[in-house]
T-cell receptor, first 119, second 110 residues
Framework: GAGVSQSPSNKVTEKGKDVELRCDPI?????LYWYRQSLGQGLEFLIY????????KSGLPSDRFSAERTGGSVSTLTIQRTQQEDSAVYLC?????????????????FGNGTRLTVT | GQQVMQIPQYQHVQEGEDFTTYCNSS?????IQWYKQRPGGHPVFLIQ?????EVKKQKRLTFQFGEAKKNSSLHITATQTTDVGTYFC??????????FGQGTTLQVKP
């Protein structure tokens, strides 16, 4: 597609259940990022992929959070045993390759996000 | 660690007034990007600054990158109601981190 696609757009789940969020990046974008945004707050970095590998997982809040990317394209963010504090909008973004050593990155293109509500 | 501070957090202006948001990094940045997020929307890329002292304009928006490449500003001249939203700066340095500022939320009273 023309843009970054995320699904589902909304997810309501009960505390303790597992959820899986999907991100389909722009074709040709090798870098993929997951962010979390709580209501009225800024963007919290979760994880970054370059191709299928994740050089930086430092933002994952706990071991209940995991992410994978296959085929250098689609990524899934999985939250196990969801808690109420996990409620937020989860945003995915993609870009052309990020040169971490030189700190040069191309613009991030964001999806519309998945609004997760844990009851 | 690397931090990017953005001020002010909120700004209310009367339509037609000017608006400025500032971004300050604790370390030298390789580049800085600015994004706008409309209420209920997702961040949308506005511009990227790379060179020391760089100034770029987009209609009523003026973006600056400091000489030391540690700070940046976004200035909007004669705000309009369509300018409402949250403006984020996004810094990249050789620390291997991408850091978003906390954002400045702009409200414009017609």
């Amino acid at each position: 597609g023309a843009g970054v696609s995320q699904s589902p757009s909304n997810k309501v789940t009960e505390k303790g259940k597992d959820v899986e969020l999907r991100c389909d990046p722009i074709s040709g974008h090798t870098a993929l990022y997951w962010y979390r945004q709580s209501l009225g707050q800024g963007l919290e970095f979760l994880i970054y992929f370059q191709g299928n590998s994740a050089p930086d997982k430092s933002g994952l809040p706990s071991d209940r959070f995991s992410a994978e990317r296959t085929g250098g394209s689609v990524s899934t963010l999985t939250i196990q045993r969801t808690q109420q504090e996990d409620s937020a909008v989860y945003l995915c973004a993609s870009s052309l390759a990020w040169d971490r050593g030189r700190g040069l990155n191309s613009p991030l293109h964001f999806g519309n996000g998945t609004r997760l509500t844990v009851t | 660690g690397q931090q990017v501070m953005q001020i002010p957090q909120y700004q209310h202006v009367q339509e037609g007034e000017d608006f400025t948001t500032y971004c300050n990094s604790s370390t030298t940045l390789s580049n800085i990007q600015w994004y706008k997020q409309r209420p209920g929307g997702h961040p949308v890329f506005l511009i990227q600054l790379v060179k020391s002292g760089e100034v770029k304009k987009q209609k009523r928006l003026t973006f600056q990158f400091g000489e030391a490449k540690k700070n940046s500003s976004l200035h909007i001249t004669a705000t309009q109601t369509t300018d409402v939203g949250t403006y984020f700066c996004h810094g990249s340095g050789n620390t291997g981190k991408l850091i978003f500022g906390q954002g400045t939320t702009l409200q414009v009273k017609p």
